[in-house]
């Protein structure tokens, strides 16, 4: 019995964890794109609208690879000592968590973020070439949402296929990461 209300206390403190990290991503990158993309030009609006979809993407490709892959080759892995594996074990131990942070957390902020940055660019577009504001934004808001669902289904199936693949890249990259903080700190 004291196992299940440990259970739901730490899952409740887990959600709401998620929730103010997202409310808080979502707040500092809005703001981020509403104050910066009015002031460039509409091809940086672009891009920038292109980073946060490549961005969301690739989270939701990381976050279902980590579901999906299986444990045991780097556990096997991880007893040759293969740089990488270790940090590869504990992604797929806390793989619902960290899908739950790349796939709902920054995969739904970046979606958000480049949604909105398409109205502004749109309204950019819009007021500079002198055509109706209303059906750009319509018509920019579609396409960024038609690329990034696009996007997002293409990368499911590539992170299905190549899931131990994809997290041992990022076992690779967070054991680098680990490396420079261990130099730092001595």
């Not at 409310?23 to 292109?50: A, D, R, T, Y």
């Not at 270790?86 to 992604?91: A, D, I, P, T």
């Not at 504001?133 to 289904?153: D, P, Q, R, Y």
């Amino acid at each position: 019995m004291k196992k299940n209300k440990k259970k739901k206390k730490s899952r409740t403190k887990w959600i709401l964890t998620v929730m103010i990290t997202s409310f808080i991503l979502s707040l500092i990158f809005s703001s981020l794109s509403e104050s910066v993309i009015p002031n460039i030009n509409i091809v940086f609006g672009i891009l920038i609208i292109i980073i946060f979809i490549g961005i969301g993407i690739i989270f939701d490709m990381i976050g279902v690879a980590i579901t999906a892959a299986n444990e045991t080759p780097f556990h096997s892995m991880a007893s040759k000592k293969v740089k990488g594996s270790k940090h590869s074990v504990m992604l797929l131990k806390n793989s619902d968590k960290l899908a739950s942070i790349c796939n709902d957390v920054i995969g739904d902020v970046c979606g958000v973020v480049s949604g909105s940055a398409g109205m502004l660019v749109a309204s950019n577009m819009a007021s500079s070439f002198n055509i109706n504001s209303s059906i750009t934004v319509l018509f920019v808001t579609a396409l960024i949402a038609s690329i990034t669902i696009g996007g997002k289904a293409i990368g499911k199936s590539a992170a299905i296929k190549n899931s131990e693949a994809i997290t041992f890249k990022v076992g690779k990259i967070l054991n680098l990461f680990n490396k420079k903080t261990h130099k730092k700190k001595k």
